[in-house]
């Protein structure tokens, strides 16, 4: 797995889908040009509350200030992922928007949940894969997506991949 190093964008006037899947094609390419033999995956995620983007905090303060936010409330995390084979002149890219819903939660709450993970690198400043019990109530959507990859639509978009290049190679 090669790192992407592209420079992650959120204008205002694109929506939550649209913003990832600008930043997913954004990484994809950076590495694609670098290996442009190779099919390559880009992905990024975002929680959005309402209109707000939630990103990845830059400091404790701002990781409590975003739970807070979030608790007792819905958002959506969405995922843009791209897939490119510079090579072979394909290119795919698609989101996926999972809505969750945390429990209403205390300034203890918080902290205890905070002093389990680290928050920095995670949009919203939480993981749902670590201790997502303590503050998560309900999901409807992609478990997956909401860890950072919805695998269940990559897999469909991967068949649906192979089955063209398959059908390319028979013309």
Same mark, same amino acid.
């Given at each position: 797995?090669?790192?992407?190093?592209?420079?992650?964008?959120? #204008?205002? #006037?694109?929506?939550?889908?649209?913003?990832?899947?600008?930043?997913? #094609?954004?990484?994809?390419? %950076? %590495?694609?040009?670098?290996?442009?033999?190779?099919?390559?995956?880009?992905?990024?995620?975002? =929680? !959005?509350?309402?209109?707000?983007?939630?990103?990845?905090?830059?400091?404790?303060?701002?990781?409590?200030?975003?739970?807070?936010?979030?608790?007792?409330?819905?958002?959506? =995390?969405?995922?843009? =992922?791209?897939?490119?084979?510079?090579?072979?002149?394909?290119?795919?890219? !698609?989101? %996926?928007?999972?809505?969750?819903? !945390?429990?209403?939660?205390?300034?203890?709450?918080?902290?205890?949940?905070?002093?389990?993970?680290?928050?920095?690198?995670?949009?919203?400043?939480?993981?749902?894969?670590? #201790?997502?019990?303590?503050?998560?109530?309900?999901?409807?959507?992609?478990?997956?997506?909401?860890?950072?990859?919805?695998?269940?639509?990559?897999?469909?978009?991967?068949?649906?991949?192979?089955?063209?290049?398959?059908?390319?190679?028979?013309?």
């Amino acid at each position: 797995m090669l790192p992407g190093t592209a420079v992650e964008v959120a #204008h205002e #006037h694109l929506s939550p889908w649209e913003v990832c899947q600008l930043n997913a #094609h954004r990484k994809a390419r %950076v %590495v694609a040009k670098r290996i442009p033999d190779a099919l390559v995956l880009g992905a990024d995620t975002l =929680v !959005f509350l309402e209109t707000a983007i939630l990103g990845k905090p830059a400091t404790p303060a701002e990781a409590r200030d975003m739970l807070a936010r979030l608790q007792g409330r819905t958002h959506q =995390v969405v995922t843009g =992922v791209c897939l490119v084979h510079l090579r072979e002149h394909r290119e795919r890219i !698609f989101a %996926v928007s999972t809505d969750v819903t !945390f429990l209403p939660l205390s300034g203890a709450q918080i902290s205890d949940y905070l002093s389990r993970i680290n928050p920095l690198d995670k949009a919203g400043g939480y993981a749902i894969q670590e #201790h997502g019990e303590l503050i998560i109530s309900e999901i409807s959507g992609s478990y997956s997506n909401v860890v950072g990859l919805p695998l269940e639509r990559l897999r469909e978009e991967l068949a649906g991949w192979a089955g063209a290049k398959k059908q390319n190679s028979l013309s």
